[in-house]
């Protein structure tokens, strides 16, 4: 991938900056709901939807009863739901000509606000480098990674490294993979998917989540409330 020294991408940082964001705005945030995306078209989804409130996923449902419904609140799937925001465990799936809706605190939150870029596009570890050539194809006026953070209202570091990472591979810039995987790890975000005690949280979701460049989907907002995949070779 030859890089684009002409765009030089601006990071943003949370709800608040999915409202800023403009031209290509790359939604990132890695544990999960980016991640939960990805291995969901991964998977064989025809498509993921993705709903802000709670009460617009459940009418979705009520209204479209062969579609599934996935996501978290607190961290816990809500009542009626067919599954949580687990990543690792939505790749195990057979979803293939399904349809997903996945309502998340933090990253549907951000594809939803971002009412002012171009395109919206899901970006993780996962496809950072499938993200990072379509923006240099593209060669956009304006690239906007917006790091979702803590329920879209703290940073969050998977988020901020992730962030730079895209960054880095869009502008030439060098990144040491194993460091920021060490560096992660240590973090108290990914230390409390370690506790075996809490059944919350998966290990699963942090070792898949951290799998660089395992995908060459993008996942693509068409405008409409949709998730599409929009590459995999």
């Not at 601006?10 to 945030?29: F, M």
């Not at 594809?111 to 060669?139: M, T």
């Not at 979702?148 to 993979?177: F, N």
């Not at 460049?213 to 993008?218: D, H, K, P």
């Amino acid at each position: 991938m030859q890089s684009v020294k002409s765009v030089d991408p601006i990071i943003y940082h949370c709800i608040s900056g999915s409202r800023e964001a403009r031209g290509i705005a790359v939604i990132i945030d890695v544990f999960r709901a980016s991640s939960t995306i990805v291995a969901a078209l991964g998977a064989g989804a025809e498509r993921v939807i993705p709903v802000g409130e709670l009460d617009e996923a459940y009418e979705l449902r009520r209204r479209n009863p062969e579609f599934l419904l996935f996501g978290e609140r607190g961290c816990l799937p809500p009542e009626g739901f067919d599954g949580g925001n687990s990543p690792a465990a939505m790749a195990r799936m057979d979803l293939h000509g399904k349809t997903v809706i996945l309502t998340t605190s933090s990253g549907t939150q951000g594809i939803v606000s971002a009412v002012h870029a171009d395109e919206i596009v899901i970006g993780c570890f996962l496809n950072a480098r499938a993200v990072a050539d379509r923006i240099v194809k593209a060669r956009p006026r304006e690239v906007s990674l917006v790091a979702m953070g803590v329920a879209g209202v703290s940073p969050a570091l998977e988020d901020e490294l992730c962030a730079r990472y895209i960054r880095a591979l869009c502008t030439g810039g060098q990144v040491d993979i194993e460091d920021v995987r060490a560096k992660i790890m240590k973090d108290p975000e990914a230390l409390k998917f370690l506790e075996r005690s809490n059944p919350v949280y998966s290990l699963d979701d942090v070792e898949f989540c951290l799998r660089m460049n395992a995908y060459s989907i993008v996942p693509v907002f068409d405008g409409h409330s949709l998730m599409m995949k929009e590459s995999q070779e």
